[in-house]
């Protein structure tokens, strides 16, 4: 029966209509006639009225075609349709009564508005059964998909008498957190409770189900959705009907937020421009080029107008969207832009970069720097984050460069982590280089040290935004954790400035303002995004933060300093530490043991070598957080 719907064309539906009307058009007249006379008298006059019936029949299919009463759709009649069948069926008790007064025999005037009223009944009847009839072969049909309301409000009720149309969709129960509603019927649906969500949805077949509630919080209709994932089934939300007209914007109500609006703090806001002669038509080299320092440091340095800028990155698609940001904004202005594909522990490819491309300034941003990824993979993290800098810096010695600037992270003080151990590492693989270098006569070797980046790849911000699309709870691991944050921008600029300052060897530290409580920057996540945050005091609230407990390897409170020993450098954000430094032989030492670490695959002599050579590692302060510590605090 299906197939044979599906196959007629729509000229032979309209030729379906026109027999249907012309059945109804016969019986209409011999009901409005019986009422006027005995049946006997009726079978006397059918046969006078033959011809005339004749030709109303041939009018009434002219007058079909005109007024597009035989092409109107079974699935779109509505009012508007019955108004134009009602004036056809004028039209008819029109015609039959000229056919009986020219043509006999003769009716009175009350059977021919008899037969007009009787044909419109007839025909609007017929019509709401046809479809009744294609819509339940449609839905008894294996492609039928069978719903359940979620929400027996107004959209919910509207949503299911526009569903009674469709051929394919069958509306079978609502579903409401309502208690007062449960066991009711509603447009002829039962109403279930949410508990029994599970149970309705097998009993009814159901397919999926639809969130009919547009007036709940976006991260509310999250976690519905989630509850009946679940439990296996296909969840969709329903826009509201304003949006669906245009008066409210049909977007994700969730937009990403400027990572500086969480700063709490003012942003450095300031040009380089005494500095930028260090890299104006320089050749640079950044490795790491696709990673948020190492984008940020391509962006302000393409403004410093270099000769060329090198992109050295390990991962090809952050390599493919750096290389396509920076030559648009490139375009026009003569720099070349160099993308490189490789890792920074290839001496020989490096050697044949900074030979081929007369590189004269290296930003040495790779780093494998999430915490949790490198203390299950510390291999992996010690050799890119220390032999990989060893490498790339002995190779920008080898080519004798004029400036090597290490990217460091404030973990590298007192790690309690692989990672932060591997940057401390790095640090003092660098220092020991500078150290054996004649100043003012060879390449200046330096490190920048700075805290968390506001929006950077694996920071808080764009998982609290991430968690909060999802409908939440923002996870934090600790209420007293907290961080020294800067943004990519504002970073960046200190990095090129102190780089440009740097006479080789020093440690310089950012100043970082005062650390931020984790949780109260998931407050304003939430807050700022338009939501309520659900805890004791407010139940009620749209999203909760929750408390996972310290990661492995992760501090309550980072330090930027070991020896709290800090000298101006004439720059109020621009700080250098005094720091101990291993020896040639030392370093030497380190990296030749971990070298054998990593050959064996040996994670616990690993991590022996950073235990041995990195100053506090596992050893971090006590901590008491208060709103007055700043970076220059010693936490204790």
């Not at 700022?528 to 309550?556: C, H, S, W, Y």
Request: one cysteine or more; aromatic letters at 6%.
């Amino acid at each position: 029966m299906l197939s044979f719907i599906k196959s007629l064309t729509r000229s032979q539906k309209r030729s379906i209509m026109l027999v249907l009307d012309s059945i109804l058009i016969p019986l209409a007249l011999a009901f409005a006639v019986s009422l006027q006379i005995s049946p006997i008298a009726i079978v006397e006059m059918a046969l006078q009225y033959i011809p005339v019936l004749f030709m109303l029949l041939l009018l009434a299919g002219a007058l079909s075609v005109w007024l597009g009463v035989c092409s109107l759709q079974l699935s779109a009649y509505d009012a508007t349709s019955i108004g134009t069948t009602a004036i056809f069926a004028v039209l008819l008790a029109a015609t039959s009564w000229g056919l009986t007064f020219f043509f006999g025999p003769p009716l009175t005037a009350g059977t021919h508005v008899v037969f007009g009223l009787s044909f419109l009944v007839f025909a609007v009847v017929s019509r709401a059964i046809a479809l009744q009839i294609v819509q339940t072969v449609y839905r008894r049909a294996d492609d039928s998909l069978r719903v359940l309301i979620y929400g027996a409000g107004a959209t919910g009720t509207q949503l299911v008498s526009a569903l009674r149309n469709h051929k394919k969709i069958e509306p079978v129960a609502f579903v409401d957190d309502n208690p007062v509603m449960h066991g009711m019927t509603l447009s002829r649906l039962p109403v279930y409770s949410a508990l029994h969500i599970e149970d309705a949805a097998r009993e009814n077949r159901v397919g999926r189900v639809l969130l009919a509630m547009p007036s709940l919080s976006a991260p509310m209709q999250m976690q519905i959705a989630r509850r009946l994932q679940k439990q296996g089934l296909e969840v969709q939300a329903i826009p509201s009907f304003s949006q669906l007209i245009g008066e409210e914007e049909l977007v994700e109500q969730l937009m990403p937020l400027a990572p500086n609006l969480f700063l709490n703090r003012d942003e450095v806001s300031e040009t380089f421009n005494d500095a930028r002669a260090s890299y104006a038509g320089r050749s640079v080299l950044i490795s790491g080029a696709g990673g948020s320092i190492g984008s940020e440091l391509c962006r302000q340095i393409l403004e410093c107008q270099p000769s060329r800028i090198v992109l050295f990155e390990l991962s090809e698609l952050a390599l493919f969207r750096i290389d396509m940001e920076i030559r648009q904004l490139a375009e026009g202005s003569g720099i070349e832009i160099v993308p490189i594909l490789g890792s920074v522990s290839d001496a020989r490819l490096l050697r044949k970069l900074f030979e081929q491309y007369a590189v004269q300034v290296v930003l040495h941003a790779a780093a494998y720097k999430h915490v949790p990824l490198v203390e299950v993979n510390p291999l992996s993290g010690l050799s890119n984050n220390v032999l990989g800098t060893q490498v790339i810096a002995q190779e920008a010695l080898a080519a004798n460069v004029e400036r090597f600037v290490l990217i460091s992270s404030d973990k590298a003080v007192r790690p309690t982590n692989v990672m932060g151990a591997s940057k401390r590492l790095a640090e003092l693989v660098v220092q020991d280089l500078a150290s054996r270098i004649p100043q003012d006569t060879g390449p200046v070797f330096t490190m920048v040290r700075f805290g968390n980046v506001l929006g950077s790849s694996g920071s808080v911000i764009p998982l609290f935004q991430d968690q909060l699309r999802d409908g939440g709870p923002l996870t934090v691991t600790h209420p007293d954790v907290a961080r020294y944050f800067m943004t990519a921008q504002e970073a960046v600029t200190l990095v090129l400035r102190a780089g440009a300052m740097a006479t080789g060897g020093e440690v310089f530290v950012l100043d970082m303002g005062k650390p931020v409580l984790i949780e109260k920057l998931a407050r304003q996540v939430i807050e700022t995004a338009g939501f309520t945050v659900r805890d004791k005091a407010q139940p009620n609230g749209d999203i909760e933060i929750t408390f996972t407990g310290l990661r492995p390897g992760e501090k309550m409170i980072e330090e930027l300093t070991l020896s709290g020993n800090l000298v101006g450098t004439g720059h109020a954000k621009i700080f250098y530490s005094d720091e101990a430094r291993l020896s040639e032989i030392e370093v030497a030492s380190a990296t030749r043991d971990l070298g054998d670490a990593l050959a064996n695959g040996d994670e616990d002599a690993a991590r022996a070598v950073a235990r041995r050579w990195v100053e506090g590692y596992g050893q971090a302060r006590a901590h008491t957080f208060n709103e007055e510590t700043t970076w220059k605090t010693p936490v204790t």
